[in-house]
């Protein structure tokens, strides 16, 4: 206690002391500015990589299992080969779930070490299902991934007649656990909801089914009456602006305008709508699941698809038609064939290296180009993808299963996290590495912050020598002036930090302000949306507000270890004398 009362006496600023209050005060603004940048800085990196993670999540998924290539060299693999898959009956579905996919009655003969294998192991249950029933042990949501490469193309946009998109595209397979985390691109038009009411009033029930997601995402759009109209008996001029909404009463598309009375009618869709359109929104990605996990196929339009933003920054627009062509083999031998398909919604993959090379559409239309993928998952050529709950470790649960996979079939199959994925391992390898790189600058540079604060206590030490030097003669220890020197040091980085963390917590606060009002200063903006998304108030990182206090908390108890160094090598007899 008697050091720590020394300590605070020495730190609060005394008649006479002007140099020691000066340097003290410079060393307390000094820290608290480096803590206040730390915190930000890093606090708002975080929040962005955090984004960016959620929107690669939502496309590739948090944690994959794929088969190594041992797998592709084992007997499962070479039996998967010798079997005609491309057909398969419900009972020999039920058969391969439970068993190897081989089937001699209708499968081709097998060379004759592959038979002698199979004839030891032919009531041996395949890997891939054991393993999908380990993840249904671990109440671990899962499904296949089906992805297969092929040329997309729209040959009239929409917004631009005259122009076109043609690119190879990824395409993926689309059911609820991407429908559940994409990340939507609420960005609509009047022209696509114009087409959408067309496209409506014309459908068959069918069409009709498959339409209504997409009219159900499009939360309200604004609309203008084109001449005098009654709603409810309430007589609207020309010009009256209304919002407006899609609902859907047994299947009958209706239009669903809000009235300023509060009231609300209801219109089936006619042949000329007594308004025109200013604006709308989308809530959420167009495309729902419905009960039996599928994208129904409309005929008039082709497959459902989800594209890249990029694409709508291309002039593609929602229910622009294209197809997608790929090199198959029908009636007339191998030749190119293709799928319809029609846009019914744009998804952001934030940074993905190849985000703007996807396309997410029917599982349907996937296999149809890639037929060797078993809808069962049997085959395994693709994956399995694996949702992790928010409240368990992805690390934890990456050990866990990668172990029961062991146990199921050791080294065939390995688990991946989105981290670690093929097409963005080397996108967060060099974040990792620009964290490192960012972290030992901060170091460097509280070091030099924490240079004012030697400064002060050298003054200080110098200033009451004869304080300790009388202390010295009554028999006060070293370690007591050492102790006094350390607590002075570290209460001063400690002060400057608990300010520059009030600085923090206010600026990121006010981020999207301050960003805004940088932005409008400079003309133009801070961070663009289209890379960073939409900058929101952060929160301060708490692994961040750990590793400042920490660093700034050592750095200052060496500055005050250094300064005792000298208190306590002085001359006593010298220092009583003077």
Not at 215 to 235: G, K, N, P, R, Y
Not at 472 to 482: F, H, N, V, W, Y
Request: glycine share 6%.
């Amino acid at each position: 206690m008697y050091e720590i009362r020394t300590a605070l006496s020495y730190l609060i600023p005394r008649k006479g002391q002007l140099s020691i209050s000066v340097v003290g005060l410079i060393a307390v603004l000094v820290i608290q500015a480096i803590t206040w940048l730390i915190l930000v800085f890093f606090s708002t990196t975080e929040g962005i990589e955090t984004r960016w993670s959620q929107k690669i999540i939502s496309v590739v998924g948090p944690m994959r299992i794929v088969p190594t290539p041992a797998y592709f060299d084992s007997p499962y693999h070479q039996l998967d080969l010798y079997s005609s898959h491309h057909n398969f009956t419900p009972e020999r579905l039920s058969t391969i779930r439970q068993s190897l996919s081989y089937d001699p009655p209708s499968d081709p003969p097998l060379p004759p070490a592959l038979a002698a294998w199979y004839q030891a192991h032919a009531t041996s249950i395949h890997p891939v299902p054991a393993i999908t029933n380990s993840l249904s042990e671990h109440s671990l949501p899962w499904r296949y991934f089906e992805s297969t490469v092929c040329h997309l193309s729209i040959p009239a946009l929409e917004s631009s007649p005259s122009h076109s998109l043609s690119q190879y595209t990824c395409l993926i397979g689309f059911d609820a656990m991407n429908a559940a985390t994409m990340s939507p691109v609420a960005e609509i038009s009047t022209p696509e909801v114009e087409r959408l009411i067309t496209l409506l009033k014309n459908s068959t029930l069918k069409s009709l089914l498959s339409l209504k997601p997409l009219a159900e995402a499009i939360q309200q759009f604004d609309v203008v009456l084109t001449h005098e109209a009654t709603l409810l008996s309430h007589h609207l001029p020309q010009g009256t602006r209304l919002t407006a909404s899609f609902s859907f009463t047994d299947n009958t598309p209706h239009l669903a305008f809000h009235l300023p009375t509060g009231e609300t009618a209801t219109l089936e869709l006619t042949a000329a709508p007594p308004f025109s359109i200013i604006t709308a929104s989308l809530s959420h990605p167009p495309l729902a699941i419905p009960s039996n996990d599928t994208l129904p196929f409309i005929p008039s339009l082709g497959y459902p698809t989800l594209l890249p933003k990029q694409m709508r920054q291309q002039g593609a627009r929602l229910l622009d038609t294209g197809t997608f062509q790929f090199s198959g083999v029908d009636m007339g031998g191998a030749q190119t064939l293709t799928l319809p398909f029609y846009i019914a919604g744009f998804f952001d993959s934030g940074i993905l290296p190849i985000g703007g090379k996807l396309a997410i559409t029917s599982r349907q239309a996937v296999l149809a180009i890639q037929p060797d993928l078993s809808p069962d998952g049997a085959f395994a050529t693709s994956g399995i993808i694996i949702d992790i709950p928010s409240s368990l470790s992805i690390t934890a649960t990456q050990k866990m299963i990668q172990n029961d996979i062991d146990n199921i079939a050791p080294g065939l199959f390995t688990v991946q996290r989105f981290d670690q994925y093929e097409v963005c391992a080397e996108l967060f390898l060099q974040l990792a590495s620009e964290h490192t790189l960012f972290h030992l600058l901060s170091i460097i540079i509280i070091f030099v912050a924490c240079s004012n604060i030697f400064s002060m206590l050298f003054i200080l030490a110098h200033d009451r020598r004869k304080e300790i030097a009388v202390l010295r003669a009554l028999g006060a220890p070293r370690r007591s002036i050492t102790a006094i020197f350390l607590l002075a040091g570290l209460g001063v980085g400690l002060f400057g930090s608990l300010l520059g963390a009030a600085l923090a917590a206010i600026t990121l606060h006010f981020l999207p302000e301050l960003l805004a009002l940088i932005g409008a200063l400079q003309g133009h903006a801070v961070l663009h949306q289209g890379v960073y998304g939409d900058i929101s108030s952060q929160s301060i990182s708490i692994s961040t507000l750990l590793f400042a206090f920490t660093s700034i908390s050592v750095t200052s108890a060496l500055a005050g270890a250094f300064a005792a160094v000298r208190a306590c090598r002085m001359n006593v007899s010298e220092a009583l004398k003077s």
